[in-house]
């Protein structure tokens, strides 16, 4: 077992956390794919976002899953501190949550926005 995680394995560790915490409440997303991608890639066909993105919701088509993505860069520029990240990617999986499923954030977590 590794003394020290790199950053990637960390962050894989902070969504695997937030993933888990959300399906304990949400159990339909058990058939979700979750993952976590270095950067946003362009979509053929779809507009380019205002902004960076920091995570996306790919709907099931057939034979696919549901794929809810975060994007680790953008997400590390934005949130300097282990604390800071670790709820910027929980926030960040509240609201592709809520897309996927029809919600607002507020019904996914309750304490969306407080943390």
Known sequence: MPISLTRSELFDDYVRE?????????PQLEDVEFA?????L???GEPEPDGVPLGR??????GRR????????PVEIRAKSKEDR??????I??????EL?????????????EE
Do not use: C, F, N, T
């Open 18 to 26: 937030s993933m888990e915490r959300l399906m304990r409440r949400w």
């Open 86 to 91: 670790a709820a910027l990617v929980h926030e």
């Open 66 to 73: 549901s794929r809810i993505l975060v994007y680790r860069r």
């Open 42 to 44: 362009p979509v053929k």
């Open 36 to 40: 976590v991608l270095e950067v946003p």
């Open 93 to 98: 999986l509240i609201e592709q949550v809520a």
């Open 101 to 113: 499923l029809g919600l607002s954030p507020d019904a996914i977590d309750p304490r969306y926005g």
């Open 57 to 62: 919701v790919i709907p099931a088509a057939k």
